[in-house]
Structures are given as structure tokens and as C-alpha cells.
């Protein structure tokens, strides 16, 4: 089915998986620098970490609030005001360092520190994708998407390496900014076979009947985001760096690689899902690679911790595109912006509290094994609790 899922797409299909390439470059390249280039700028790393939690509070609250509203706004226009914010971050952070100017640009604004999806871009263009695809290529589309997404991180994060030796760290600032206007500009192509034409009125989270479904899903969803947090790539890399004392340039090139894997699995993922439908392969490709993650920190020597890295990245992911097209299988077509956009939101407040906790285990050294068997057990939890309350339900949207 993947073979011939990008020869097939609509041509909004095709600029969708452009401008998330795009993004995400631009979100790669910046989160290789933001910190270097605030530290550069003379900032403490007690102002960074302020400016980093804000920036992370401001993307939340942009996101909810845009995507709820999204599909009586219209989605093409609420993504062009995601990509101005993304503007208007980069030039601000290129043009000033005072530190309250900055703080009220990541706040409002669209800042990436971590290199991951931010603002209202991900549920909107995975709803808009949702319409304009037929719902049997659904899953083969959302693992394009994914792939696109983690190729290009990795692109960016390369990229940033190379650059900010001879443009610097403000230079990747301005590029990131001008990415912002190409983002805007390849917006204005989305044609209306994108948006919702009648769309929901309920006020609440834009959500009516699949208000249920989507807070059940977005709790587990949270759950499944905090264990995460407990091991985000930062750590994991950290990790390394304590256990076999790896130096940075070759983390950069383990990490390359475990993305690499853990976009090109979610090829596979679509074939799966068609033979044993979307819940589970979700579950059934997530539970091995959360048992890869525990055992990690067991691994006696680099050598065999990277392979079971690299054999839990090669699955880790398939839950992804299954995830992103179960969501948008079950909600109406006038709520799948809100629905992205709430159960995002989830995820985003659970991947933010745990690196609080995970930063205190690696204070200690006796404890920096934790962090992996803490969010292998809760994700395992996760799966469990995601196979029990939703195996049984349809996978086919009511109305779509």
C-alpha cells in the first residue's frame, strides 16, 4: 500500500508533506542552537530555562487555541497565522536580546528548543490530510507524514552543524525565520477540498459527540507523553555520555541514525494496520520496543546498548501514523482539528513535567538507570490500558 500511497496524492496531499518538511527542518536546525545562541547572547541558564518553559507553556495555549477553532476559522488561514507566529519569532529572536522581549516572543510566538512538532500545525494538517485522502490510504499517508517529519529533523539537526560554522548561530535564527515565510507561502496553496464545509458550532475544545472518545484518548495519550519525557533525546544522549563517557559528535551520529530507523518504520506500519487493524499494531509493535527500553541500561557495553537502541527505535514509532489515522478515524471530519489539537495539547503537558523528575534521577548517580525503567514500565501501562478500552471499537469513521 505505501508504494503507491505519494504517486496517488492529491496535490494538497503533496504540499502537506512539503511544508511539514519544511517545518520541521527549520525546527531541527534551531534546536541544535537555541541554546548556544541565548548563552552567546549573555543569558544564565536559570533565564534559559524560563524562557524554555514559557516558550513550551506559549506553544500549548497557541495551539489549543487555534486548532479548537480551526475548522470555523478556516484551516488554511489558521495555518498561515502559525506560520506568521513562527515569523515573528525568528526575527525577534534575531533582531534583540532583551530578555523581556524575548520572553513575550516565545510566548506568543512559535519556537521549536526541542526539534519536536509545536503550535497548531500537526492536527491541522493532519485533519486536512484526513479529507483529502480516501480513508483506505489514510494510514500509508500518516506514515509518509512521520517519515517526512523524522527525515527532516535529522536533515535540519545536521544541517544546523554545518551552518552555524559559517553563518553562525544567528544566521540559523534568520533561516529559521525566512523557513517561516516559505511555510506561509506554501500554505496559500491549500485549496478548499481541505476545509471542513460545515463546520461544528460546540464551544467547548470545538468538540460535540466525539468529546468523550477524544479526553479517554487524550489521557492515555498523556500518559503514554510523560513516560516518554522520562528519556526525551537530551537524556537518553546524557545517558550515554555517562555510562560509556560517548563524546557529542558521536551521539549525533547514534541519535541520526535511531531516527533515521524510527522514521522508515512507520512504512511498515501501514501494512500492518491493514492486516491487523490500527489498535493492534499500535500496541503490538509498542510493547517490544518499551521492553528494548528498560533492558538499555543493562547492556554491559556501548556496542550492544546502541544495537538495542537502534532494534527499539526500528519499532519504537510504528504507533505513530496507527496513532495519528486511529484518532482521525473516530471523530467526525468537523471536530478531526479540534480532536488533534486537544489530545496534542495532552501529550505536550505530559512530556513536560517529566524531565523535571528524570533531571533529579540524573543528579544522582547511583539512579540514572531509572529514568528508562520508569518510562518502559509506563508505557507498557499505557499499551495495556489503550488494547482494553479501545480493541474492541470500530476503526472506520461514523462519518467521513
Known amino acids: 500500500m505505501s508504494g503507491r500511497t505519494l504517486p496517488e496524492l492529491p496535490p494538497d496531499g503533496r504540499l502537506l508533506l512539503f511544508t511539514r518538511f519544511t517545518r520541521l527542518f527549520a525546527y531541527g536546525a534551531l534546536s541544535v542552537v537555541l541554546v548556544l545562541y541565548l548563552t552567546a547572547l549573555g543569558m544564565g541558564t536559570a533565564q534559559i530555562g524560563v524562557l524554555l518553559a514559557l516558550t513550551l507553556l506559549g506553544d500549548t495555549v497557541v495551539s489549543l487555541w487555534l486548532s479548537t477553532r480551526a475548522d470555523r476559522i478556516g484551516r488554511r488561514r489558521v495555518l498561515m497565522i502559525g506560520a506568521a507566529l513562527m515569523v515573528a519569532a525568528g526575527v525577534t529572536f534575531a533582531l534583540t536580546r532583551n530578555f523581556v522581549v ?52 535529522a536533515l535540519g539537526s545536521l544541517g544546523a552543524g554545518v551552518l552555524s560554522a559559517t553563518i553562525h548561530y544567528r544566521g540559523v535564527v534568520i533561516l529559521y525565520a525566512a523557513l517561516g515565510i516559505v511555510l506561509a507561502l506554501g500554505f496559500t496553496g491549500l485549496s478548499s477540498a481541505a476545509e471542513v464545509l460545515e463546520p461544528h458550532t460546540t464551544a467547548l475544545f470545538g468538540l460535540g459527540r466525539s468529546r468523550a472518545v477524544v479526553l479517554r484518548l487524550a489521557a492515555l495519550f498523556a500518559l503514554d507523553s510523560f513516560a516518554g519525557g522520562f528519556v526525551v533525546q537530551s537524556f537518553a544522549a ?163
Open 102 to 153: 524575548l520572553l513575550v516572543a516565545a510566548t506568543i510566538g512559535v519556537i521549536s528548543p526541542s526539534g519536536n512538532e509545536v503550535g497548531p500545525f500537526l492536527p491541522i494538517e493532519q485533519a486536512a490530510l484526513a479529507q483529502v485522502v480516501p480513508s483506505d490510504r489514510r494510514t500509508g499517508v500518516f506514515a509518509w507524514y512521520t517519515l517526512t517529519g523524522a527525515f527532516a529533523t
Open 238 to 400: 546524557y545517558w550515554f555520555y555517562l555510562r560509556f563517557g560517548v563524546n557529542p559528535a558521536m551521539l549525533g551520529a547514534i541519535f541520526f541514525g535511531a531516527n533515521l530507523l524510527a522514521g522508515l518504520s512507520a512504512l511498515v506500519a501501514s501494512r500492518l494496520a491493514a492486516r491487523y487493524g490500527l489498535i493492534r499494531t499500535m500496541v503490538f509493535t509498542h510493547l517490544p520496543s518499551n521492553l528494548l527500553l528498560i533492558l538499555v541500561p543493562l547492556m554491559p557495553s556501548l556496542p550492544l546498548a546502541v544495537a538495542v537502541l537502534f532494534a527499539r527505535f526500528s519499532i519504537s514509532q510504528m504507533d505513530v501514523p496507527t496513532r495519528q489515522s486511529y484518532l482521525m478515524a473516530v471523530v467526525s471530519p468537523e471536530e478531526r482539528s479540534a480532536a488533534g489539537g486537544v489530545t496534542g495539547v495532552a501529550r505536550t503537558i505530559g512530556a513536560g513535567i517529566a524531565p523535571i523528575l528524570a533531571g533529579l534521577l540524573f543528579s544522582r548517580p547511583s539512579l540514572i538507570n531509572v529514568p528508562f525503567f520508569i518510562a518502559g514500565t509506563l508505557k507498557i501501562v499505557y499499551d495495556l490500558l489503550l488494547y482494553r478500552g479501545f480493541v474492541a471499537s470500530p476503526e472506520t469513521p461514523s462519518s467521513a
